[in-house]
Structures are given as C-alpha cells and as structure tokens.
C-alpha cells in the first residue's frame, strides 16, 4: 500500500464515520504509514506482531480488527517433517493466496497458527492440506491458541555505544561492513520506520527490524565497563 491509499481510508472513514482496515501490512508499508502521521491502530494478532493491519475510525478494538487464527497440525505426528516457516508461507502461495492476505505464522514444534484476514480464513481451511510431504489439517479459530506466542528473550551485551549500527551488528554478530550493507538495502527499521541513519542514538523501548534476519528491543543500559563500554540489556523475538 501506498501513502494514498492510507490517505484514502482515512478519509473514507472520517467522512463516514465508519471503521476501515487495510490489509496486512509489511515493513516498508508500515514506515510509510509511520511517516503520514494518520491517526489510526495497528494491530496484528498480539502484541509484537511484525505483520500488522492498519484501522482507521473511532474506538477501534482489537476485536474490530477483520482477521482469525488457523490452528495447522500434522495429520499423523510421527511422520511428519519439521516444517520452516519458509514451508507454511511456500504452501499458502502455492494456493494462489497474496502475501498481503497474511500476518504472522507462528511455529511451535510441529504445529503452526497461521494469521490471515477473514475473507481468506475458510479457503485457506479447506485447501491446506499438505505442506511439503506433512498432510496437515487446517482448523479456523478466532483465538490465539495458548503458548504459541513465545516470548522475547532477554540478554545482556556489551557495545561500544548506543549507535544504532553497533548494536544491529553486535546482536547479530556482523561486521561493520555486513551491517553497513543492511543499511544501504534499507533493510533496518525503528519502530517500524525505515531508519537509514546508522549513528541514531537507540532509545530504550526501541525495537529494531532487520528485515529477513530478525528483531529485538533494546530495554536499558545497565552499567559500564572499566573500558567505558556500556553494558545494555535487549530482548531478542523469536
């Protein structure tokens, strides 16, 4: 989506006092929402989705947002395979759905909960039924099932500084050369807006995107080092 479709919606729906939804939205979608300063909720399922809907209205609730959950398990336990989520997005594009019809899929063991709008939901139920060489079995809920959310994981690390780039390359163990290429790619996103400028200073309650690697939040510093380096602590998604 473009910044005129936002605007669009916006508009559509303070003129006629309705609730309206984009679709999901990715990375570079949603830094440029973050840049048309519209006012309007995101939410994507649960709190710390990357994939995320946009609602414009008043009095928007998470309930309001037009998405379910499907609960995907293997058919026969034992023979199944361990499925990357690279897997269960290959399946659902095999069945001609768009990327921009899906939010998170959250892998836990053997099973996955694929997020998707509504209007999908019932199709994508009924045709999934083999994901490489796992028949699987599709069920719709319009609940999150429990322990499917893992949550961040703490650590401490030690940098140099609070620039944006020293921590992008010390939590994913790059080299200054690797990490400036994730810059150059626009591939790093505060709080889900594209952020080109590796000498930001990151704030505490910061999350940093690393579009196809990962993210993290940076939660505080914690003390320094007899060499002046600063102690800091994250949380890193799974």
């Known amino acids: 989506m473009d910044e005129k ?3 669009d919606l916006y508009n559509r729906s303070f003129s006629k006092g309705i609730k309206l939804f984009s ?16 006012p309007c909720t995101v939410y ?8 995320v809907v946009a609602g414009f209205g008043e009095d928007i609730s998470t309930d309001d947002f037009p998405f379910v959950y499907i609960s995907v398990k293997p058919l026969s336990a034992k023979f199944s395979e ?17 990327r921009e019809m899906l939010g998170d899929i959250l892998i836990s063991e053997n099973s996955a909960c694929i997020i998707c709008l509504d209007k999908i939901a019932d199709y994508v139920a009924d045709n999934l039924t083999r994901i490489r060489h796992t028949s699987v079995k599709a069920v719709r809920t319009d609940s999150l099932p429990e322990n499917t959310v893992k949550p961040p994981e703490p650590s401490e690390l030690v940098v140099s500084s609070l620039r944006l780039d020293v921590l992008v ?3 994913y163990k790059l080299s200054r ?9 626009g591939k790093i996103f505060v709080n889900s807006r594209l952020t080109e400028n590796p000498s930001y200073t990151v704030k505490e309650g910061d999350i940093i995107s690393v579009r196809g690697t990962g993210r993290f939040a940076y939660d505080k510093p914690v003390r320094s080092t007899k060499k002046d380096r600063i102690v800091i602590e994250i949380r890193k998604y799974c």
Do not use: P
């Open 5 to 7: 479709r936002f605007n």
């Open 177 to 185: 050369k690797e990490g400036s290429k994730l810059f150059s790619a």
């Open 23 to 38: 679709d999901f939205l990715n990375l570079d979608e949603q830094s440029i929402l973050s840049a048309t300063y519209l």
């Open 44 to 51: 994507g399922g649960y709190d710390g989705a990357e994939g």
């Open 169 to 171: 390359c010390a939590v």
């Open 82 to 98: 361990k499925l990357t989520h690279r897997d269960y997005l290959g399946a659902l594009m095999n069945l001609g759905i768009k």
